[in-house]
């Protein structure tokens, strides 16, 4: 079992910067792959960016590509999502995930194994 926590979301305005955190426990097989999917009201779900265990191989949505960054913390087992120049369509309820592998990050009928609470980003 992996219990995943979030924190960093809030309200920002456009341009602006916020990170996210997500700190996992459990399972080292079900978080062979960390990151984080968003969801705006009305819309389909959508994977932002992931990580492998080990930093190796990393994944970001075109949407987000050159302005957000995934890291990680291997002493913490903390992910990190760094946004910047943050846009209005930016604006969702940011979930942190786990697998064991990142194929639900780019296959749509995949899906991660565990899931964070949600943190809600704003951004006007």
């Avoid at 995943?4 to 792959?33: M, P």
């Avoid at 492998?52 to 960054?69: H, L």
Wanted: proline share 3%; hydrophobic share 30%; net charge positive.
């Amino acid at each position: 079992h992996v219990q995943l926590v979030e924190s960093g979301g809030g309200s920002v305005q456009a341009g602006g910067s916020l990170r996210l955190s997500c700190a996992a426990s459990g399972s080292t097989y079900s978080r062979n792959c960390m990151g984080w999917f968003r969801q705006a009201p009305g819309k389909e779900r959508e994977g932002v960016a992931a990580i492998t265990r080990g930093g190796g191989s990393t994944y970001y949505a075109d949407s987000v590509q050159g302005r957000f960054t995934i890291s990680q913390d291997n002493a913490k087992i903390t992910v990190y999502l760094q946004m910047n120049s943050l846009k209005p369509e930016d604006t969702a309820m940011y979930y942190c995930a786990t697998a064991a592998t990142c194929l639900p990050w780019v296959v749509a009928d995949r899906r991660p194994s565990h899931w964070g609470q949600g943190t809600q980003v704003t951004v006007s």
